[in-house]
């Protein structure tokens, strides 16, 4: 039996226009948030679907919420889907994360799948989540 996905992002937010790394943070959907959100029915129509599951971040109940006045199907909201936690990092931009943390920056940046944020999350510890949300 195959299982089909389709993946989406939450529309724009507040913190996506003013550049800042939201992680755990929420900040709210924009107007052109909610516009482009809904943009995204058509191609959804496409396909049949079973069921949503998301993140429970309030950005993305809102995006959920849009798209399903239409779609009309169950929802989960899953903590597990969430962004990587960027802790102390989140609400910066990278050019502040640049200037006050220079040094820590360019040494976990050298860490690939292990990278995270000071007090924050691991590349590597997200993927293991988001997977283990699929089974």
Do not use: C
């Amino acid at each position: 039996m195959n299982t089909t996905f389709g993946l989406l992002r939450h529309g724009q937010t507040i913190w996506n226009t003013q550049k800042r790394i939201q992680g755990f943070g929420d900040s709210p959907l924009t107007e052109k948030g909610r516009e482009q959100t809904g943009l995204w029915l058509p191609t959804l129509k496409r396909w049949v679907w079973d069921r949503i599951i998301a993140s429970d971040l309030g950005r993305v109940q809102e995006t959920v919420a849009i798209l399903n006045q239409e779609l009309q199907l169950p929802i989960t909201f899953d903590a597990r889907l969430r962004e990587q936690s960027w802790s102390q990092w989140e609400g910066l931009t990278i050019p502040e994360i640049k200037e006050n943390f220079k040094e820590e920056l360019a040494r976990r940046m050298d860490m690939g799948w292990h990278f995270s944020a000071l007090g924050g999350e691991a590349r590597q510890a997200v993927k293991e989540r988001v997977i283990a949300t699929l089974y």
